[in-house]
């Protein structure tokens, strides 16, 4: 992530590859879907974007994030 105030590139509390279809959930938190392992079955991760934090299952179940605002 590219913190435009400082200009300072953040990576995220994430280790597994993510794809470029990422969807920032608010201010604060970005999410992204990823497959699970051994499994065709994918679910929508949460993670801060502020590089701290761990990732979280935010929907089971699912793919590609989209947030409604």
């Known amino acids: ?3 435009l105030t400082t200009g300072r590139d953040v990576e995220l509390a994430e280790s597994r590859s ?3 279809q990422v969807e920032w959930l608010d201010g604060d938190r970005i999410l992204y879907g990823l497959p699970r392992e051994g ?3 994918t679910d ?3 993670v801060p974007a502020d590089g701290t934090g761990s990732p979280a299952v935010y929907i089971p179940y699912a793919w590609s ?3 409604v605002r």
């Open 44 to 46: 929508v991760w949460v």
């Open 18 to 20: 993510v794809d470029d």
């Open 1 to 3: 992530m590219l913190d």
């Open 65 to 67: 994030p989209s947030v």
């Open 39 to 41: 499994s065709a079955e």
